[in-house]
């Protein structure tokens, strides 16, 4: 017998480098997809520093990821109220737990049990690094997002860390198909097949065989990153996403989604000291209409209107 369709969207925000903002994005996007009446869970996945339950003035939860994994506790049962209506949180392990520590079995399980999870959206927030479980659990979702800031050591992070999600997701559908040597035996000898790039190494795997195009076609034309830029102070640094969707468009042949950007405010940095939810507590912030933007772009995969932003003026004259 058919089964109805699950309608619930996961959203996983990684990025590779700490202290970009990926709890502060996964935290308020998830407060303005609740806001819309929509029934929404954030699970905090950065298992060795969990902090999401503090943007929502939360001590530490009775029960974390730690339960679950140790003593068996469903997901559901360790969900708390976040104080914002249509949002629960799942909060990660507080010391006990990083994910190298998570075996094959724990993170399936994790996974089925994520799935399960009765909401509308599921937002996951990942820690640093590009260990094997981030970039499982990053692919797990229908809505994959990278927070970075405009540095350039953060940058070089974000862009490690989409190439490393990419190429993961190559591995994946090769050895689906019984073909994970291929993939492997090429990018090994890539300079004989003078192969520069990941982009180089798709391309020659195309023109193989037709079999292997067909499963690119197939298997990698839905897959799409979307960019948040995050305490943009200047006109250049919002330019910043364009041209990382440009760089990853064009170096690993990647369709890639610039929503939105999210400016420097002290407001900001008010509310989570405070440990106060953004949205909840400020109203008045640009970064509040911001934080709408990207999430409804997010939803629809539109790309911000970059022109629009910049014939209103430079960035200092909007602030």
Sequence with gaps: MDTPEKHCKI??????????????????????????????????????GANLHSFFGLNKPRYSLADFFEKKIPLQDIMVQSGVANLGLITGSIGSLDSESINFAQKQKLFRHIRALDA??????????????????????????VVTVPEIT?????????????????KFIFKTYDLNTTIQDTWKNRASHNIRSLKDL??????SSEYIRDIFDREISGFVVHIVLNQVRTTRDILVGENLKSACMNFLGLKVVYAGYCRQDEAVHENINNKEPFLIFN???PVVKEIKTLTDNIITGTHLSVRKDLVNGSLSQIL
């Design 154 to 170: 953060a940058l070089e992070n974000m862009y490690q860390f989409i190439k490393s999600v990419y190429f993961r997701k190559m």
């Design 11 to 48: 959203w996983a925000v990684g990025g590779g480098k700490g202290g970009t903002g990926k709890s502060f994005i996964t935290s308020s996007t998830g407060t303005c997809l609740a806001l819309k009446g929509s029934k929404t869970i954030l699970l905090d996945a950065d298992l060795g």
């Design 120 to 145: 509308d959206h599921i937002l996951i927030d990942l820690g640093a690094g590009t260990h094997i479980n981030t970039l499982d659990t990053f692919l797990l979702a229908d809505r994959m997002i």
């Design 202 to 207: 798709i391309t020659h795997l195309r023109e």
């Design 283 to 285: 109203r008045i912030s």
